[in-house]
């Protein structure tokens, strides 16, 4: 369906955009302002985590008109599930009382993979959507 495809690309640009939000205001001057944004705002990043989690999903689940079942979307599902995951892992831990030393199993295996990387992952994430707006028939993309 063209509705999860425009979702695919309008989450994996904005939760990329969230997640590596300081780095991107760092380096392209014209976003100045963005990191604020996100940062005033935790709820939306929490949404935007889990809608674009929840795409990821799906677009892994379910191949859309004309795609190979699967592999068609393959590199923007597994964007997603691991923007949307890592902008959840995030907020919980903004939120959580625990004490980062004590953080073990999941959660302290998502944050020394992906969010140390937040800044590459998301940066990926942006360029990834922008590739698949613009070559949609590309497999895997």
Avoid: C, W
Wanted: aromatic share 8%; proline share 4%.
């Amino acid at each position: 369906m063209v509705q999860f495809y425009l979702l695919s690309i309008i989450a994996n640009v904005v939760g990329g955009l969230a997640l590596s939000s300081g780095y991107i205001e760092e380096k392209v001057p014209a976003l100045a302002g963005i990191k604020k944004f996100f940062n005033s705002r935790p709820t939306l990043r929490t949404y935007i985590g889990a809608v674009t989690a929840l795409v990821g999903v799906l677009k892994l689940l379910g191949a859309t008109g004309g795609d190979v079942p699967f592999f068609g979307d393959l590199v923007p599902a597994l964007t997603g599930l691991v923007v949307g995951t890592a902008l959840l892992v995030d907020r919980y831990k903004e939120s959580a009382t625990m004490v980062e030393e004590h953080q073990t199993g999941l959660i302290a295996t998502i944050d020394r993979v992906i969010l140390k990387r937040r800044n590459a992952i998301g940066t990926i994430a942006v360029f990834v959507g922008l590739v698949h707006f613009l070559l949609p028939r590309l497999l895997l993309l």
